[in-house]
């Protein structure tokens, strides 16, 4: 909305149209009327150095800016939980397979004609065991 009236103070201006001028200027909104003012003061018609638009100026913040800043940080924080999470789950995924592989290891050790055969499946389930049980204490606990 502050655009559009700003382009027809813009086409009224241009034009000499000083009952128009004023009649946007009286529109404009509370958060666009300060940046137009200060705008108006840089002169940009015979200032180089003048913003370009009101738009370009500090003063000029649109309604819902500020609490969209905020819920995106909150959005932020919520996908950094996110992912902290979602690498927790991982964890708990391997430790779930390698408990499986302890499982299995342990039942296919059986199998075997020899027994050094046997033994070391069942040294490699220990093993797996040990890994396990030793990432699952290192992992923080959820409760």
């Known amino acids: 909305m502050d655009l559009q009236i700003f382009s027809l103070w813009l086409e009224a201006y241009a034009t000499d149209d000083a009952e128009l001028e004023e009649f946007t200027r009286q529109r404009f909104t509370d958060h666009f009327a300060p940046a137009f003012e200060e705008w108006v003061a840089e002169r940009p018609l015979q200032n180089p150095d003048a913003a370009r638009s009101p ?11 500020v609490e969209a800043a905020q819920a995106d940080a909150r959005a932020d924080a919520y996908f950094a939980q996110a ?8 964890n708990y995924t391997l430790v779930t397979v390698l408990f499986a592989l302890v499982l299995f290891f342990g039942a296919f050790a059986g199998r075997f004609r020899t027994e050094r055969a046997s033994w070391a499946m069942v040294g490699a ?8 049980v030793g990432f699952l204490l290192a992992f923080p606990k959820i409760v």
């Open 55 to 65: 738009f370009a100026l500090d003063a000029y913040v649109p309604p819902g800016e």
């Open 83 to 90: 992912l902290e999470n979602n690498q927790r789950g991982d």
């Open 125 to 132: 389930a220990c093993v797996l065991l040990v890994v396990g």
